[in-house]
């Protein structure tokens, strides 16, 4: 059973740190990307980072400089690093995994809200 599961979210006050964590699991093909996004209320759900496997990373422009994606020594984990948070940066933050063959699986996310 494929399982894709994010933990790390909280409440925080502004400036400071969070770290998120997202494990897949029961994933048998080889996977091209672990990514993280988010989604605000009312709004539409972003790219926050991308870290291709073999590939570099890549960030939005709201939060460069402040996130950082990297992955563990067991390759279906990868971590969101989130400082200097921002009220601006509070959602429901999201883990997507794709595989070489174009398959997506979402975690159930977790939420992240930043206090002024």
């Known amino acids: 059973q494929v399982q894709v599961a994010e933990s790390g979210g909280g409440l925080v006050q502004a400036g400071g740190s969070l770290r998120l964590t997202c494990a897949a699991s029961g994933i048998i093909f080889i996977i091209s990307a672990m990514d993280w996004y988010r989604q605000a209320p009312g709004k539409q759900r972003e790219l926050v980072a991308t870290?291709?496997?073999?590939?570099?990373?890549n960030y939005a422009d709201s939060v460069k400089g402040r996130f950082t994606i990297s992955r563990a020594n067991a390759k279906n984990t990868v971590y969101l690093q989130m400082n200097n948070l921002k009220p601006e940066d509070t959602a429901v933050y999201y883990c997507?995994?794709?595989?070489?063959?174009?398959?997506?699986?979402w975690g159930q996310g977790t939420q992240v809200t930043v206090s002024s």
């Open positions: 997507r995994v794709t595989t070489v063959n174009g398959i997506l699986y």
């Open positions: 870290l291709p496997s073999g590939g570099s990373t």
